[in-house]
């Protein structure tokens, strides 16, 4: 890594604006959207007009109400060939809800910039009279194009009310905002003394040239880094929330049911894949591996993004209750680059926990033995958590009244807990 700390921008850092037809079909966790993450993380500023965010909405919102109309009627149509009922039904569509969730979504990558009044009445004005980027479908037909004209206008408006500041704005809609060598009026007027701070490309990777370039991927470093106890306990704070315990409770106060996870122990239901409640209490968390790492260099900086896995184990508690010595996996898209105090990793996104494979039970230092000793060495000590090897003479025997003790003590805590929960 180099030893430069920071974006080192020698002016206000540039800002990109992304138009509809560039965020549409990305997938918050595509390798695309973790490079827009980084960017502005490098001190990029990307953002997109407010009609690019309500487009970008409206189009999830009016393919989940088509889907959901589709399942209806597919549902009310199964209800009339069984006669004996029970068929399910949906409740009803709510369109404002997806559409919330999807802005909260495209906020996380994006900056919004808010249009005047005047742009959005200009754009209604463009429309109107048929005024680039706006346009006439055949000869007598509908006028569109309002929208298209609020968004190059609000990139414009922008770039005006920011003097000091480089605006790129990215579209592949060549067909109405032209290739970015020559517009139509009004737009070429639009651009009048900002031709050497408004820059017009129609590809994303265009930005990608600019502002990121590949850079040589250092195969020792992340592994080693991303190992180590202080990132470790980084990336655990940063997952907590995947990583329930029955110190914590959700919105509804009620037990989470489906916490995927695998059986450990030495039985003969090993390996068995469960839904579990939450750990009984917050479980250890190792390194289990780091793939598809890719480097860009951003202002001459290096930054690192890599999947890392990380498995968690200790004492599941299962609906019953029950409690079972489990373990699963956590695979989280982190960014990792120098700052003041050293290389530290930053978590892009993460998947819902898993269950272990085969080979990664194999590799997972717990067995139902293990985990009884740690529930009586926590309670009879009154010490916090540790890793303990099955050699460690200070823990019970198995078979011994202590064994047996921690036993009971794994049933007692069990069933107070969740009484605790559920009131």
Not at 326 to 350: F, K
Request: net charge negative; hydrophobic share 40%.
């Amino acid at each position: 890594m180099p030893a430069r700390v920071g974006p080192a921008w020698t002016e206000p850092p540039p800002l990109i604006i992304l138009d509809t037809n560039i965020l549409w079909g990305m997938k918050p966790d595509s390798s695309t959207a973790d490079l827009l993450r980084a960017l502005k993380a490098a001190g990029v500023r990307v953002a997109v007009p407010w009609v690019v965010l309500e487009e970008l909405a409206s189009h999830r919102a009016l393919a989940y109400a088509e889907a959901h109309a589709t399942a209806t009627s597919a549902l009310n149509e199964l209800k009339v060939h069984v006669p004996w009922g029970g068929v399910p039904s949906l409740g009803q569509v709510d369109a404002e809800r997806h559409r919330m969730h999807w802005r909260n979504m495209y906020r996380q990558m994006v900056e919004v910039i808010e249009p005047s009044v005047e742009v959005l009445r200009t754009a209604l004005f463009r429309e109107s009279n048929v005024l680039a980027p706006c346009k006439r479908v055949g000869q007598k037909g509908p006028k569109t194009g309002s929208r298209d004209t609020a968004i190059w206008l609000t990139a414009i408006e922008y770039a005006r009310g920011h003097e000091d500041e480089t605006v790129y704005f990215v579209s592949e809609n060549t067909k109405d905002f032209g290739d970015g060598t020559e517009y139509l009026e009004p737009m070429k007027s639009d651009l009048v003394s900002l031709e050497d701070r408004f820059y017009h490309l129609t590809a994303l990777d265009a930005v990608v040239e600019r502002f990121a370039k590949p850079a040589e991927v250092d195969p020792e470093f992340l592994p080693a880094l991303l190992a180590a106890k202080d990132s470790i306990e980084l990336l655990t704070d940063a997952l907590s929330e995947h990583l329930p315990t029955f110190a914590h409770k959700n919105d509804s106060g009620w037990m989470n049911a489906g916490l995927a996870h695998t059986r450990l122990g030495d039985g003969e239901n090993v390996g068995e894949i469960l839904a579990g409640s939450r750990w009984l209490f917050s479980p250890s968390v190792t390194f289990g591996g780091v793939s598809d790492v890719t480097a860009h260099s951003i202002d001459g900086q290096d930054w690192y993004m890599a999947t890392v896995r990380l498995i968690a184990s200790g004492l599941m508690a299962l609906p019953g209750p029950n409690l079972i010595p489990a373990a699963n996996a956590l695979e989280a898209r982190v960014l990792v680059t120098q700052d003041e105090t050293g290389a530290r990793p930053s978590v892009l996104r993460c998947k819902p926990p898993r269950a272990l494979t085969a080979e990664e039970v194999s590799r997972v230092p717990s067995t139902e033995v293990n985990q009884r000793r740690e529930l009586a060495a926590r309670f009879l000590s009154n010490q916090p958590s540790r890793q303990a090897s099955p050699a460690t003479s200070e823990f019970p025997q198995p078979g011994s009244p202590i064994d047996l003790l921690s036993t009971l003590f794994t049933w007692a805590v069990a069933a107070w807990t969740v009484r605790d929960t559920l009131k």
